[in-house]
T-cell receptor, first 111, second 113 residues
Framework: RKEVEQDPGPFNVPEGATVAFNCTYS??????FFWYRQDCRKEPKLLMS???SGNEDGRFTAQLNRASQYISLLIRDSKLSDSATYLC????????????FGKGTKLSVKP | DADVTQTPRNRITKTGKRIMLECSQT?????MYWYRQDPGLGLQLIYY???????NKGEISDGYSVSRQAQAKFSLSLESAIPNQTALYFC????????????FGEGSRLTVL
């Protein structure tokens, strides 16, 4: 089992749609979880951290389920500008060098 | 100007050539990283450095070396480039304490023929 696995993409949705991405991780000792966004041919940028209690930032909601070892990202009212690849990132513990990136899920929002 | 700057942004070279990718940052962060990204694959850590005197191998360090010349500079070298090192390379920085936020450079696209 790969350390961090994400939904296969691409997700093609119309503007205004709600879309959800899931990510599973294999290391039960993982302590920190994040979603990054990467635009085409650009560098990744932190979108949001994921907390045990769940957290929301505008149209974006992230949730963590430790028992099932998965993380989710929900995007409501999708905008054209949300089109990007979303990377699930897990800190496997130990040194900070141990951030594990998922392969990413591509989202394409259409007019 | 970008806080994390990589040079060159694009490079085409031949098998066996020595290549250096340079990274400089103005964020004042002690921690710096080199990642590689291949199509359809996640980012893979090559090397990381927590301060000038600290260098650590990542998951795919074979065929690469690094130098931390100063707090602000971290270079990646391919001593003898091979075609499967064709990839997009990212430098990143972070603060201690691990918030999980990495600040990436714009990337260096390397093609080895």
């Amino acid at each position: 089992r790969k350390e961090v696995e994400q939904d296969p993409g691409p997700f093609n949705v119309p503007e205004g749609a709600t879309v959800a991405f899931n990510c599973t991780y294999s290391n039960s000792a993982s302590q920190s979880f994040f979603w990054y966004r990467q635009d085409c041919r650009k560098e990744p940028k932190l979108l949001m951290s994921v907390y045990s209690s769940g957290n929301e930032d505008g149209r974006f909601t992230a949730q963590l389920n430790r028992a099932s070892q998965y993380i989710s990202l929900l995007i409501r009212d999708s905008k054209l500008s949300d089109s990007a690849t979303y990377l699930c990132v897990v800190n496997g513990g130990g040194s900070q060098g141990n951030l594990i990136f998922g392969k990413g899920t591509k989202l394409s929002v259409k007019p | 100007d970008a806080d994390v700057t990589q040079t060159p942004r694009n490079r085409i070279t031949k098998t066996g050539k020595r290549i250096m990718l340079e990274c400089s940052q103005t964020k004042g962060h002690d921690r710096m990283y080199w990642y590689r990204q291949d199509p359809g694959l996640g980012l893979q850590l090559i090397y990381y450095s927590f301060d000038v005197k600290d260098i650590n191998k990542g998951e795919i360090s074979d065929g690469y070396s690094v130098s931390r010349q100063a707090q602000a500079k971290f270079s990646l070298s391919l001593e003898s480039a091979i075609p499967n090192q064709t990839a997009l390379y990212f430098c990143a920085t972070s603060e201690p304490g691990h918030t999980g936020e990495l600040f990436f450079g714009e990337g260096s696209r390397l093609t080895v023929l």
